[in-house]
T-cell receptor, first 114, second 112 residues
Framework: DGGITQSPKYLFRKEGQNVTLSCEQN?????MYWYRQDPGQGLRLIYY???????QKGDIAEGYSVSREKKESFPLTVTSAQKNPTAFYLC?????????????FGQGTRLTVV | KNQVEQSPQSLIILEGKNCTLQ??????????LRWYKQDTGRGPVSLTI?????NTKSNGRYTATLDADTKQSSLHITASQLSDSASYIC???????????FGRGTSLIVHP
């Protein structure tokens, strides 16, 4: 099956710890994105990558880091510097280099800081 | 600054009824307008995507309209079902920006 897979679905983290969210796609898409979703708010862009070994900060990159070593994978690390990390995180991918084409989302990871 | 505003914020309807969700967008230069459905705790799924030359597009019981002059779009749901309960997100794509603009969504609840 082709698609975009996020894992884990639920994640709990203690304050002060870093945690990495996984995102894998087998759609052969060039571009991948990480969004954060909070209740009552629209999706906010954290980071995006148009090609392998390149990525750009979005609107709320502080406290997050990413890597894009492979076309299929775009992991997101939530660092201890992120002051309010509890949220629903969504990964997406799109054909070519622009999200103005069709975008596909993963099922999300709900991160809770305990 | 590009913006997408959706209304109403939430809507409750009875099963079998029709409803219409609204989206006003300020996206320049305009490229496309998309509607997504997001079930609770899941990722958004695309319903329709329209360019400026299209003024209506259907996907089953979902019909989206686009008025490029007034910069408005609507999503009409016909004969609603319980499974239509979800958040519906309007997204404006700009030819001048690599990243689209998301609305905050309309939360639809369909009661039996």
């Amino acid at each position: 099956d082709g698609g975009i897979t996020q894992s884990p679905k639920y994640l709990f983290r203690k304050e002060g710890q870093n945690v990495t969210l996984s995102c894998e796609q087998n759609l052969n898409h060039d571009a991948m994105y990480w969004y954060r979703q909070d209740p009552g708010q629209g999706l906010r862009l954290i980071y995006y990558s148009q090609i392998v070994n390149d990525f750009q900060k979005g609107d709320i990159a502080e406290g997050y880091s990413v890597s894009r070593e492979k076309k299929e994978s775009f992991p997101l690390t939530v660092t201890s510097a992120q002051k309010n990390p509890t949220a629903f995180y969504l990964c997406a991918s799109s054909i070519g280099g622009a999200m103005n084409t069709e975008a596909f989302f993963g099922q999300g990871t709900r991160l809770t800081v305990v | 600054k590009n913006q997408v505003e959706q209304s109403p914020q939430s809507l409750i309807i009875l099963e079998g009824k029709n409803c219409t969700l609204q989206c006003n967008y300020t996206v320049s230069p305009f490229s496309n307008l998309r509607w997504y459905k997001q079930d609770t705790g899941r990722g958004p799924v695309s319903l329709t995507i329209m360019t400026f030359s299209e003024n209506t597009k259907s996907n089953g019981r979902y019909t989206a309209t686009l008025d490029a002059d007034t910069k408005q779009s609507s999503l009409h749901i016909t004969a609603s079902q319980l499974s239509d309960s979800a958040s519906y997100i309007c997204v404006g794509g700009s030819g001048g920006s690599y990243i689209p603009t998301f609305g905050r969504g309309t939360s639809l609840i369909v009661h039996p």
